[in-house]
C-alpha cells in the first residue's frame, strides 16, 4: 500500500493506493492556514491504514505544508515521506528546463503521459493557468498565466462595482448585466487565451499535439474552446502513481 499526496496552493489532496495501484480512499482539503490540529482533522481516516503503508510520494507547490505535513506523518509512520524533486527524475524524463523552476506539479503530469509515441500539451486551469509541452518524453518548458479564480477574485476586490461571481457557462457573448458580462468575459476571453496559445505552441514546434486539461475549470471550458482536448482532473495523482512503480 501506498500514500500519495498533491499539496497545491488552494487544495491538498491524499490518497491511499492499494497494491493494484488503485485509489481506493482519497481526502481533499483546503491548504489555507493549514496547521497541525487541521492536518489531525483531516486526516485521521488514514490511520488505521499507515502501518500498512510502504512508500510515500508527494508532489508540493507550497514548502512549508509539505514541511508540516512530513512532520505529522513521522509522528505516525516510520516510512520516510519524499517529495518528488529529492528524486533523482531524469532517469525517467528528460528535461530541457532549469529543474528548480518547474513546479513539481507540472513534472508529475508531463511523467503521468510519458508513452514514447505522442507528444503532449498539458493545460492545467489551477491557480495559475499552465500549458506544459511534452515532446518524444522530453519536457521542453511552457507558459504561466494569470489563474481564473485568482483574476476573478480580483477584479471583484477591486472594481467597487462588481461583486463576487461564481463563473458558470454562458450562452450568449454579449452580457446582459455585470453578472453575465464578467461570466461571458471569463469564459469567452480564457477559452481565446487557451485556443490561442496551442496555436502559438503548435506554429513554434512544428509539431502535432494530443492536449490534455486538467484543474477545477476543466469540465467548464471543455465546450467553449475549439481545441479537440481530453480532461484528466486526476493527472497529478496518476503521476505519483507511474512514478512509484518506477522507484525502487
Request: hydrophobic share 40%.
Amino acid at each position: 500500500m501506498y500514500l500519495i499526496g498533491d499539496i497545491g496552493n488552494t487544495e491538498i489532496k491524499v490518497c491511499l493506493v492499494d497494491n493494484n495501484n488503485k485509489i481506493f480512499k482519497k481526502i481533499i482539503f483546503s491548504n489555507h492556514n493549514i496547521s497541525l490540529s487541521k492536518l489531525k482533522f483531516n486526516l485521521k481516516k488514514l490511520d488505521k491504514y499507515l502501518s500498512k503503508v510502504e512508500k510515500i510520494l508527494f508532489c508540493s507547490v507550497v514548502p512549508k505544508s509539505f514541511k508540516l505535513i512530513k512532520k505529522y506523518l513521522k509522528m505516525k509512520t516510520k516510512i520516510r515521506c519524499i517529495e518528488i524533486k529529492q528524486l533523482n527524475l531524469s532517469s525517467i524524463i528528460k528535461i530541457k528546463v532549469n529543474y528548480n523552476q518547474v513546479g513539481s506539479d507540472r513534472l508529475v503530469n508531463a511523467i503521468s503521459l510519458l508513452n514514447n509515441i505522442n507528444n503532449f500539451i498539458i493545460i492545467d486551469l489551477g491557480t495559475a493557468t499552465t500549458f506544459d509541452v511534452l515532446i518524444k518524453n522530453i519536457y521542453k518548458g511552457g507558459i504561466i498565466a494569470p489563474g481564473i479564480k485568482i483574476s476573478l477574485n480580483t477584479l471583484s476586490e477591486k472594481a467597487s462595482l462588481i461583486p463576487k461571481i461564481d463563473l458558470k457557462n454562458v450562452n450568449k457573448v454579449i452580457g446582459a448585466d455585470t453578472t453575465t458580462a464578467v461570466r461571458s468575459g471569463f469564459l469567452w476571453g480564457y477559452a481565446g487565451l487557451i485556443d490561442n496559445i496551442v496555436k502559438l505552441i503548435k506554429k513554434e514546434t512544428r509539431k502535432s499535439f494530443k492536449v490534455v486539461i486538467t484543474g477545477g475549470f476543466s469540465k467548464l471550458f471543455k465546450n467553449p474552446i475549439k481545441t479537440n482536448v481530453t480532461i484528466d482532473k486526476d493527472i497529478t495523482l496518476k503521476g505519483l502513481i507511474k512514478i512509484l512503480k518506477i522507484i525502487k
